[in-house]
C-alpha cells in the first residue's frame, strides 16, 4: 500500500513564499508522474503542477514563473516551492502520484495541506 503525506501549508501574507513536501511510503512501488493540484472553496480540483518519468515539469498558467515543482527521488519526496503567493492562491493543494505496484496501476492522493494567502 502506498500513503502520500503532505506538510507545509499554513497562513502567510500576499507576496510571501511557502515550500509544500509530499512524501511517499509504501514497497514495491513504480513512480510515472508526480503532481500537485488544488481546490478552492466551492470549486473543482485542478492541476498545479506535474511532472513526470518522461517529461515535464508542467505548469498551469496561473502559478507560471512563480511555482517549482520538484522531487528527490531518494526520499521519495515531492516539493512545490510558491513565491509571490496571491490570495487566489488559497486552497487545499494535494499531492497525487500515478504509477504502478506489482503490475498493477496505481493513483494515491495525499490528505491535502491548507494554504491561506491573506494580510
Known amino acids: 500500500q502506498v500513503q502520500l503525506v503532505e506538510s507545509g501549508g499554513g497562513l502567510v501574507q500576499p507576496g510571501g513564499s511557502l515550500k509544500l513536501s509530499c512524501t511517499a511510503s509504501?514497497?514495491?512501488?513504480?513512480?510515472?508522474?508526480l503532481g500537485w493540484y488544488r481546490q478552492a472553496p466551492g470549486k473543482q480540483r485542478d492541476l498545479v503542477a506535474r511532472?513526470?518519468?518522461?517529461?515535464?515539469?508542467n505548469y498551469a498558467d496561473s502559478v507560471k514563473g512563480r511555482f517549482t515543482i520538484s522531487r528527490d527521488n531518494a526520499k521519495n519526496t515531492l516539493y512545490l516551492q510558491m513565491n509571490s503567493l496571491k490570495p487566489e492562491d488559497t486552497a487545499v493543494y494535494y499531492c497525487?502520484?500515478?504509477?504502478?505496484?506489482?503490475?498493477?496501476?496505481?493513483?494515491?492522493w495525499g490528505q491535502g495541506t491548507l494554504v491561506t494567502v491573506s494580510s
Open positions: 509504501g514497497s514495491r512501488f513504480k513512480i510515472y508522474a
Open positions: 511532472i513526470t518519468n518522461s517529461g515535464g515539469p
Open positions: 497525487n502520484l500515478q504509477g504502478s505496484s506489482d503490475y498493477t496501476s496505481l493513483e494515491v
